[in-house]
């Protein structure tokens, strides 16, 4: 069935969309849709399939706002350039970056509260413990969400990263020498809008060339110039 959700647009007219990846995580993508398609603040979904084994194009039926991206005849994972193309392909002026495993709750909307982004910041999720969370790990693996104006992103971008991991590191440092500031999620406010569908690590990097995270480590520091 294909709904045809009316998005509530904010007073100061800016509209506001989700982008997210995807390589062969098609179960857990419809779980977190699911809580996306829940808020009609949402004007649009755009959906990297990253040459999943499954077309994903058939979710576009779910409801008007999704856009699924097919890139096909690819081996491994680049979550880099995969997000890049997603952001280039949405046609909004706010976006919630959100992993395949990253929900809105829908008892606390995040675009009812006091959290305003304005043009001079960021907001990310946290990445480490946190005092809500327990060993589960629903907040500690928060660090790919982002919250950005999309004029922001594209001053910046993904340099590309197909390996496991850092990939959002490389673009908080790129941001940062934009001179925006990178608030936490989690530091603003005890209200829980977004957590994280805890898995075991092989899911991680399953898709990845690179599976080891300290040799994906050091060719993360080549890549941002460091020693």
Known sequence: MNHDTKPNIPTNNETIGIVSVCMNREKMLKVSLASWLLYSEISEIIIVDWASDKNLKYLEKLDTRIKVVRVNDKKYFNIGEAYNLAFDSSNV??????????????????????????????????????????????????????????????????????????????????LADENLKRIKLYDMTDKLYIYHNPHGDKVRTEYYEQKDWLESLLEHKKTDGES
């Open 93 to 174: 002026d706010k976006i919630l970056k959100m992993d395949v495993d990253y929900m809105l709750n829908p008892y606390y909307n995040l675009f009812d509260s006091s959290i305003n982004l304005s043009d001079d910041i960021f907001i990310t999720g946290n990445w480490l413990d946190h005092p809500k969370d327990n060993d589960i790990g629903f907040l500690r693996f928060l660090n790919g969400f982002m919250y950005i104006h999309k004029k922001n992103f594209i001053k910046c971008r993904y340099t590309g990263w197909n390996n496991y991991g850092w990939e959002d590191d490389n673009l908080y440092n790129r």
